[in-house]
C-alpha cells in the first residue's frame, strides 16, 4: 500500500534561509507524488507535482522538489525563506482504485514557521 | 487553475440537527469528488470517495448513514453530517479531480463546523 510519512512536524527557520521539508514515500508501483500547503482555515493549494516526467520539480513561490527513487524520497526546498511561507505544508502520494480512479493519502504534515 | 467553492464556510449548529456541506467545481466538470476530514493540527483524513451518479464509497470506520453524500451532477456534491454531535466539530474538505491521468486535485477552502 502506499504511503506517505513527513520527518519533523515543526520546521523553523530564518527569513532568508534554506528550507527543507521532508518526505518519504512507499509505494508498489511509481508514484505520483505531490505538495500541497494550507494556511490556516483554509483549504490545500498544489505547489507541485511529481507524474514521471523531470526528477526535479518546480513549482510556485521559489519552491522545488527533487524525485529520488533510489531513496525513496521527495523532499521540498526553497533556497530562501520568506515571512509568507509560513504555513502548513503535506506531501501525498497518489494511489490508483479500480475504475481508473485515484484518490490522494496525505502525510502527517509538516508546520514551516519563519522568524525573522 | 480549477476552481473548487464549498458551501458554508463556517457552520454552527445544536447538537441533534442535520447539516449540508456544498462542493461546487466552478469551471470544470468533476466525475470524482473526494471528502476529507481535518481534526485540529492533524492532517487529512479521507472520509468517502463520491463518483457522479453512483453511491459513495467510505472509508474504514466512517460511518455512510452518519455522512451522508450526494453527488448528483458532474459539478456538485454534498456531505450532510446527519444528526450532529460535538464529536463531529471540525474541518472538512472536499476535492475534485481533474484528471484521472496526473491524479491532481483541486480543493475546495474548506467547510468549518461546531457542535454545539
Known amino acids: 500500500a502506499q504511503s506517505v510519512t513527513q520527518l519533523g512536524s515543526h520546521v523553523s527557520v530564518s527569513e532568508g534561509a534554506l528550507v527543507l521539508l521532508r518526505c518519504n514515500y512507499s509505494?508498489?508501483?511509481?508514484?505520483?507524488l505531490f505538495w500541497y500547503v494550507q494556511y490556516p482555515n483554509q483549504g490545500l493549494q498544489l505547489l507541485l507535482k511529481?507524474?514521471?516526467?523531470?526528477?526535479l520539480v518546480k513549482g510556485i513561490n521559489g519552491f522545488e522538489a527533487e524525485f529520488k527513487k533510489s531513496e525513496t524520497s521527495f523532499h521540498l526546498t526553497k533556497p530562501s525563506a520568506h515571512m509568507s511561507d509560513a504555513a502548513e505544508y503535506f506531501c501525498?502520494?497518489?494511489?490508483?482504485?479500480?475504475?481508473?480512479?485515484?484518490?490522494?493519502?496525505f502525510g502527517a504534515g509538516t508546520r514551516l514557521a519563519v522568524h525573522p | 487553475g480549477a476552481v473548487v467553492s464549498q458551501h458554508p464556510s463556517r457552520v454552527i449548529c445544536k447538537s441533534g440537527t442535520s447539516v449540508k456541506i456544498e462542493c461546487r467545481s466552478l469551471?470544470?466538470?468533476?466525475?470524482?469528488m473526494f471528502w476529507y476530514r481535518q481534526f485540529p493540527k492533524k492532517s487529512l483524513m479521507l472520509m468517502a470517495t463520491?463518483?457522479?451518479?453512483?453511491?459513495?464509497?467510505?472509508e474504514q470506520g466512517v460511518e455512510k448513514d452518519k455522512f451522508l453524500i450526494n453527488h448528483a451532477s458532474l459539478t456538485l456534491s454534498t456531505l450532510t453530517v446527519t444528526s450532529a454531535h460535538p464529536e463531529d466539530s471540525s474541518f472538512y474538505i472536499c476535492?475534485?479531480?481533474?484528471?484521472?491521468?496526473?491524479?491532481?486535485?483541486?480543493f475546495g477552502e474548506g467547510s468549518r463546523l461546531t457542535v454545539l
Open positions: 501525498a502520494v497518489s494511489v490508483a482504485l479500480t475504475g481508473g480512479y485515484n484518490k490522494l493519502i
Open positions: 463520491s463518483n457522479e451518479g453512483s453511491k459513495a464509497t467510505y
Open positions: 476535492s475534485a479531480r481533474s484528471s484521472a491521468f496526473t491524479g491532481e486535485l483541486f
Open positions: 469551471d470544470f466538470q468533476a466525475t470524482t
Open positions: 511529481y507524474t514521471s516526467a523531470a526528477t
Open positions: 509505494s508498489s508501483v511509481p508514484p505520483y
